[in-house]
């Protein structure tokens, strides 16, 4: 079965430091693997995705994402954060053609 | 959240009640998709349906009925026989099965009184 799983519930960083948010997957065959950030009492926004190619993955806001095959995990970072990162950020997988399923979520807190 | 509305925002059900939540989008998406999402755990699919007309369940359906009579409308059905309802709840679409970008919703949050 696909799956992840966002080992940390809450990933606490300062202002300019980098930010790490781990996921690691479960897929059968080639995974397809995104990120999305959520904003309080709102919908999820498209991050980045992975789906082949060049493990390192650029995608919005300043923010990429590392695949590493050996250690099946997809880890969304960020060079230098921002108080305005703060959020709670979901990795998610292609389960099947039509089917998406979502980590636990981790909440990213970038203090001032 | 562009091009998916979803209403109301705010929603409260009575014991025994059914609830419909509207979610509209404008996009001409073919796929679309609902989520229910509680505190640490993440996002659950409650159902999906990848044409109009048709639909299928999620892993969570139980307690949840919805409908594709437009490609644009899909709304969910929150039956009495849901035990515990109280959740966020996101509606997705998708351009098309090639496509892997979901657009969402602001969400819905339902409470029981």
């Known amino acids: 079965a696909q799956s992840v799983a966002q080992p940390e519930d809450q990933v606490n960083v300062a202002e300019g430091n980098p930010l790490t948010v781990k996921c690691t997957y479960s897929v059968s065959g080639n995974p397809y693997l995104f990120w999305y950030v959520q904003y309080p009492n709102r919908g999820l926004q498209f991050l980045l995705k992975y789906i082949t190619g060049d493990n390192l993955v650029k995608g919005s806001y300043g923010f990429e994402a590392e695949f590493n095959k050996s250690q099946t995990s997809f880890h969304l970072k960020k060079p230098s954060a921002l108080v305005s990162d703060s959020a709670l950020y979901f990795c998610?997988?292609?389960?099947?053609?039509?089917?998406?399923?979502f980590g636990s979520g981790t909440k990213l807190n970038v203090k001032p | 959240d562009g091009g998916i509305t979803q209403s109301p925002k705010y929603l409260f059900r009575k014991e025994g009640q059914n609830v419909t939540l509207s979610c509209e989008q404008n996009?001409?998406?073919?796929?679309m998709y609902w989520y229910r999402q509680d505190p640490g755990q993440g996002l659950r699919l409650i159902y999906y349906s990848q044409i109009v007309n048709d639909f299928q369940k999620g892993d969570i359906a139980e307690g949840y009925s919805v409908s594709r009579e437009k490609k644009e409308s899909f709304p969910l059905t929150v039956t009495s026989a849901q035990k515990n309802p109280t959740a966020f709840y996101l509606c997705?679409?998708?351009?098309?099965?090639?496509?892997?970008?979901?657009?969402f919703g602001s969400g819905t949050q339902l409470s029981v009184l």
């Open positions: 997705a679409s998708r351009a098309d099965l090639i496509n892997e970008k979901l657009f």
């Open positions: 996009l001409n998406h073919d796929a």
């Open positions: 998610a997988v292609r389960a099947t053609s039509d089917k998406f399923y």
